[in-house]
């Protein structure tokens, strides 16, 4: 029982903020001067990338049916982007899963992953979500991301997407919430923490996704929002809603057989 309880702990501890507040000086952190600054790729490269493989996963889902789906875009991913990553049992002592080079050389500025889950605005509530979730990304405007697909999140997320789909068209990606994503690509939550033995070799980069992206690619976008509207009534005001997504973009040249390592430490000045 008490292995159990430090297992999940040390799983936990990097998303507890008090605990992030007391070790931060003993914590290797990403730095950036400011939030406009936390760039790699610019955006239209992210637009342009996303485009061009989610294109390929729509032509490529013409010619697949049923769990084939999965195997087919792993080709299409390795097709357009010359790789394959996969979620896989992590290199870590009870790292639990990771995210693996399984196929191909990544290199050095690609987009490997993205961190699928419900957007929350900051005032929105998460409180029960949160509750033993390790999957809780904070962006740096104080969107959250809730990249768990189990329990109550799991129910949020599949209920908000439901309620967004138009007739027979789903305008966001639910088959993250399974083994066998039909874009692979939305394995990002189960990015591990990099460690003294193995560095960052991926930074997050957020990028917000315009209105004008084609409607029938954005079933391949993991992330929906918790809100339904596009009226904020906490700011009394009506917005140009876009969908926040996080892609983690490598920061060297990535072998097969090698897991993905991120910072979950970045400090703004």
């Known amino acids: 029982m008490l292995a159990h309880v430090l297992r999940k702990w040390k799983q936990y501890r990097y998303r507890f ?25 610019s955006d239209q490269d992210v637009y342009t990338c996303l485009l061009n493989l989610f294109e390929g996963f729509y032509q490529g889902s013409k010619s697949s049916l049923g769990s084939d789906v999965y195997n087919t875009n792993l080709n299409v991913m390795d097709n357009v982007l010359g790789f394959q990553t996969e979620r896989q049992p992590s ?8 995210v693996i080079v399984t ?3 990544v290199p050095n500025g ?9 957007i929350y605005q900051p005032y929105e509530p998460t409180f029960f979500q949160s509750l033993g979730n390790q999957f809780i990304f904070r962006c740096i405007d104080g969107l959250l991301i809730d990249g768990n697909d189990r329990r ?19 305008t966001c ?34 990028y917000d996704v315009p209105q004008d992206f084609p409607f029938h690619l954005r079933q391949y976008i993991p992330n929906n929002h918790y809100s339904s509207g596009l009226e904020d009534t906490y ?28 910072s979950y430490f970045t400090i703004v000045h």
């Open 235 to 262: 700011l009394n005001t009506s917005l140009e809603r876009l969908t926040r997504v996080v892609v983690l973009v490598s920061q060297r040249d990535i072998h097969p057989g090698e897991e993905l390592f991120s």
């Open 17 to 41: 903020v008090p605990w992030i507040a007391m070790t931060l000086k003993d914590r290797s952190v990403r730095a950036v001067q400011d939030k406009s600054q936390d760039k790699i790729l």
């Open 91 to 98: 290199v870590l002592r009870d790292g639990g899963f990771g």
């Open 152 to 170: 109550l999140s799991r129910f949020v997320y599949n209920s908000c997407a439901q309620r967004d789909r138009m007739g027979p068209y789903m």
């Open 110 to 118: 690609s987009i490997v992953s993205m961190y699928p889950g419900t």
């Open 173 to 206: 990606d639910i088959s993250w919430l399974t083994p066998h994503p039909v874009n692979p690509l939305a394995v990002g939550q189960y990015v591990n923490n990099q460690s003294k033995k193995f560095a960052a070799n991926v930074v997050y980069q957020e």
């Open 103 to 105: 196929k191909g050389i």
